[in-house]
Structures are given as C-alpha cells and as structure tokens.
C-alpha cells in the first residue's frame, strides 16, 4: 500500500447507455471542473501576490522617505511626518517573548497531561476547556484585560516591583506601573490566546512517538517522567521548537487584544510593567484618524509585519519538518 | 504477573528522588491545565456576568445609540451586520477553499504545482489579520467604500487557508478504494469527485468549515477599516457602511463611561454565543459522522 499506483481514468469506450452525458460533453464538463479547481488552487498565490503588491505599493511613499530609518529610527510623530517604527517593533519582540515565556511551559504541560498522564474522563475536559480558549474572540480576551485584568493586576505589578527594587537587572525590567495597561498584560493576553494553538501541535506531535520506544520506557522501569524524557522528548524536539515557532507568528501578528491593553505609547524601553506599543496595534489604533503619509507608514508597518511573520512561519515549517496540521494521514498515499 | 524479578521495580522501590522528580512532573502537568484553564474561567464568568444584566429583546433589536455617553440598549445593527458579513464570506470562501483543496489532493497529487499551492495556504493562514484589513483597504476600499462587502472579503481571505487545509486532510481520510470503485464503473474524474469523494468527506468538511467560520465571526482587525461604522441596520451588501459585534466590542470598551463599557460586555455576550454555537454544531457533526 505504499506506492499507490496512478489511475488512468479516461474510459477506453463511449460511456454506458443512460450514464447521462455522452463522451464529448463529459469530457468538456471534466475539464472544466478541473480547471474550476486549478484556478482555485491558483486564487491563493493570486491572492498572496496581491497582498504584497498592493500594500507594498500603497507603503511606498513613507519608506522612500524614511529609507532604513523606518525600522531603525525611534521617533514616531506623525504630526511632522516623522515615522520612525523601531519602538513598535521592540515592543512586538518584547510582547511576544512575555507571551511565549508563559505559553510554552503551560502549553507543553497541557499537551503531556493530555496524551500521557490524562484519565479518560480529564482528559475529553480539558480538550474541550482548551477548545473554548480557542474559540473565544480575541477583542473578547481584550474586553476582559482592559476592564478586569489590568486594574486588578496592577497591584501584583506594585508589590513586585516593591520586592524587586534593589535588584540591579530586574528593577529595569520591573520597575514601577503606571496603570494595568503594559506590555506584560499584553503578554499575558497574547499567551492565553496562542496556548490552545501550540498546545494542539504539540499534542500531535507526542502522538507520533511510537508506542515502542514507550514501552521500552516502561518495561526498563522508568517512572513516567522518566518515560517522557527518554522517550517523548527527545523524538519530539524538532516539533516542538515548530510548534513554538507557529505560536510566535500568531503572537506577533495578534491585533486586537494588544491594542486594547498595551496602553498604547510610543517609547523604547525595556520596562515591561510600563505602557508601550505593539506594531499591529499600532496599525489599529491609528489607521482611522490617520491621512496621507501617517497611513502610507502604518500600511508600511503591516509589510513589515507581515514580512516578519513570513520568516518566523517558514522557519517553522522547515524545523517541523512537514506542515503539522497536514501530518494525521490515515487513509492514504 | 507472577514472574519473579531480580530487581525489584515496583514503584514503592523506586529511589525516593526519581519519585519526587515523577510527583513534581506530575504537579507541574496537572498545574497548567488549571492555569490555562482558571483565565478561560474568569473570562466567560466575567461575560456572564456583566453580559446578562444588559443582554435583552431591546438590546438585541435595537439601533446603536449615538451618544456613547449614556446607558440603554442597543446591538441590533452589530447582529446584523455580524450575520450579514460573516455569510457573505462564508460563500466566497468555503466553495473556492473545497475546490482548491480538491485541486491538491485530487488532480494535483504529489505535482510541484500541488506543493506549491499547499505551501502557499500556509503561508497565508499566517498572515496577520490587521494585514488582510489593510490589503482590502487598498484594493477594494479605497475605490469603491466601506462596505459589508470589503468586510467580507478580508474575513473571506482569512477563512480560504483554513478551509483547504481542513478539507484537504478530510479528503485524504476517504478511502481510494471508494475512488476505484467509482472509476471502475466508468465515472469521469468529475463525476467521481462530486458524487463519491466529497459526500464521504463531507462531515469532516462542514466541520471544519464551521470551525472558520466561527473563527471569522469573532475576528476584529480586518472589519476595523472595511466596514465603516453604521448605527442602524443595513441590509445592502454592497453599499453603505455597516456595523459589526466585534468592532463595536473594540469600541465600546476604550470608552470610559460605564454604559459604553456595559454595551461592550452584551455585545461580547452574544458574540461568544455565536460563536459558540457555531463550534459545538462543528463538533456534533464531526463526531457523529466520524470517518473511519
């Protein structure tokens, strides 16, 4: 079953009396679906060429002007057509690095509860609580960060940054909120929403350990820690780190739900208690009031974004090896 | 059973530091399922809560009201539009993703033209949302206005890669045997296609088509620019703005005044529910019809 051969499926003679269409019109009617599903396939790289050339076309005019300058310059004042992005682009880093360093811990512990340590009946619970995260909106989890979240955790913020103050590296990074509205609400935010997704890679990934190396495990007398360490761990790294990788790109691209807790302020810093921007909440908090030259930089700002979450994807895809979601393959080939 | 061990691996022998090692592993897996799971808790607590003190009949039907400031219903236009425009992709996007998906797995097979087209759904379904509303922005928007249309393109190209890889890994499910019977009976490619191979996929393709519409439905950054801001219903696709649950969420919720802010929450309410209903519907069909 492995080389299945490929079918000829011309028929050699005219179709059966009462088929429904005689030969000529079949054929034509073939080749017309088959064209139908080729310009299909085809409206997708349509589709993609279109993105890139016309917002590129569209950022041109404010990156002829900035040149270089628009990632590496730091001032952002539309008011005098100064549009140096460099701020929000730290902050895009910087929120998602806050979002990955929560989500992946949880996110693998969630996947190694679910297809190793789970009782059954856990188990169909917490796929579906992981379920419901996925689906719930993102403005929804933003709704919640800006209304609930922020003014409650400011006060963690205070008493951390209290506790860290004499600690030379860690009072830069903790030092005093200003409100709840911070990169690092926006991190927890983001790590809440792309967790379901590493989570459900992972899970796939652990799941084509083959069952012998775990019995192997087992029958050598490891406990189940063990088992997953000498078993599932090592033949599942490559597809974690893509695992990981895919969640970058949804976090980095990952709009709204920033834009309403990241507090909106244009500054470099690495203060992750204090307010500060993101790059795709920049594009949502300022397209509607922006005009002219304002809006070609922010259009700029999504090629630039966009081009970022190309490569973080593509590297993905060539650690794991093969597209996961493609990966269960049962039936065929 | 019975065998008589050497050693002694029972796990009341087991060293007591790779049992705390096994027990702390065991508390940390256990442990994140409860943090992911105690947000997700207070979030849907939260829009329960506040959703249904304002969530009813008159906030289901009526206008949007003008004046942010003051208290009082209104989500009518939102619904509407939310429904409108979500169909609306819905139609653009799922028939063009099955047939695509079926160009790859089914004419396509292992052709360069067919890798092509798989690597490229990837690389869309990463694009950033705000990216897809920006890129209707400038094809569509800027010549022929906002409109519950441009709203449905933008979430239309987001639901396209979702929708071929789902269908795509569906139709890879149904048997070749099935697709041998159907040749053998003398069925052209078409013909087989239509009526052998994607009936037997076809749960698995609602499902998943369900599941991006659900996504679609909730989705913000790309209706932020395409569709305008309306008050009032509008029924016309094409013309005028229109409004939308999740940017009238996004609105609402930067205003400080209390009965914006509680606008927000109905809003979040009834688009979870939506949502919701959407997803659970996408597992009843997946489970019931499961493919084996």
Do not use: C
């Amino acid at each position: 079953m492995t080389a299945t051969p490929t079918l000829d499926l011309e028929p050699a003679g005219p179709p059966p009396a009462g088929f429904g269409l005689d030969g000529k019109r079949r054929r034509v009617a073939d080749g017309a679906f088959r064209l139908a599903a080729l310009a299909s396939g085809l409206s997708v790289l349509a589709i993609l060429l279109l993105i890139a050339v016309s917002t590129s076309q569209k950022a041109l005019p404010a990156l002829r002007q900035e040149g270089i300058g628009y990632v590496t310059g730091s001032r952002w004042a539309p008011n005098i057509d100064v549009f140096g992005a460099l701020a929000f682009v730290s902050g895009t880093m910087i929120v998602s690095a806050i979002a990955l360093a929560l989500a992946v811990p949880v996110s693998f512990g969630i996947a190694l509860f679910l297809s190793e340590f789970a009782p059954r009946r856990l188990r169909h619970i917490t796929i579906y609580v992981i379920d419901m995260l996925a689906a719930v909106p993102s403005v929804v989890f933003g709704l919640w960060g800006l209304i609930v979240l922020a003014p409650w955790i400011v006060k963690i913020y205070d008493w951390i940054a209290d506790k860290v103050d004499p600690v030379p590296v860690l009072n830069i990074l903790f030092g005093k909120p200003v409100n709840g509205r911070s990169f690092f609400t926006a991190g927890i935010i983001l790590a809440l929403m792309i967790t379901p997704i590493i989570t459900s890679l992972t899970r796939e990934v652990f799941d084509t350990v083959p069952p012998g190396q775990k019995e192997a495990a087992w029958a050598l007398g490891a406990t189940r820690w063990e088992m997953v360490r000498g078993a599932i761990l090592p033949h599942s790294r490559t597809g974690m780190i893509g695992a990981v990788m895919l969640g970058l790109g949804r976090a980095m691209g990952e709009t709204i739900a920033a834009a309403l807790v990241i507090g909106s302020s244009a500054r470099l810093t690495l203060h992750l208690f204090s307010s500060g921007d993101a790059m795709a909440a920049v594009i949502a908090n300022q397209f509607g009031e922006s005009g002219g030259l304002h809006r070609s930089a922010l259009v700029a700002m999504g090629v630039v974004l966009f081009a970022m979450t190309i490569v973080v994807n593509m590297v993905a895809r060539a650690i794991a090896g093969k597209t996961p979601s493609a990966a269960p393959v049962r039936g065929r080939r | 059973m019975a065998v008589p061990s050497p050693i002694d691996l029972t796990s009341t022998n087991v060293q007591r530091s790779r049992r705390l090692r096994n027990h702390l592993a065991t508390s940390f897996v256990y442990g994140s399922v409860l943090v992911a799971a105690i947000p997700l808790g207070f979030v849907l607590f939260y829009v329960a809560k506040k959703g249904a003190g304002v969530v009813d009949l008159a906030f289901l039907t009526k206008d949007i009201p003008i004046v942010t400031r003051l208290p009082g219903p209104g989500m009518g236009p939102a619904i509407a539009g939310t429904l409108l425009i979500t169909l609306a992709a819905t139609l653009m996007a799922v028939p063009l993703g099955i047939l695509a998906a079926v160009y790859v797995t089914e004419y396509g097979q292992g052709s360069r033209l067919a890798g092509a087209i798989r690597f490229l759904s990837d690389v869309m379904a990463g694009v950033p949302s705000i990216v897809m509303g920006l890129f209707i922005y400038t094809i569509w928007v800027l010549r022929f206005g906002q409109s519950a249309f441009a709203g449905a393109l933008a979430l239309g190209a987001l639901m396209l890669p979702i929708v071929i890889r789902s269908t795509e890994s569906m139709l890879r499910l149904v048997p070749n045997a099935l697709r041998e019977g159907s040749a053998a009976l003398g069925a052209s490619r078409s013909r087989m296609i239509m009526t052998v191979v994607l009936p037997a996929a076809l749960p698995g393709i609602t499902s998943g088509s369900l599941l991006a519409v659900a996504r679609a439905a909730g989705e913000t950054a790309p209706l932020l620019f395409t569709i305008g801001a309306a008050r009032a219903v509008n029924p016309n696709l094409f013309e005028g703005s229109n409004a939308a649950l999740s940017t009238q969420i996004f609105v609402n919720a930067q205003q400080p005044f209390v009965g914006a802010q509680n606008r927000a929450w109905g809003a979040a309410l009834t688009l979870i529910v939506i949502v919701l209903l959407l997803t659970i519907v996408a597992r009843m069909v997946s489970r019931r019809f499961t493919l084996r």
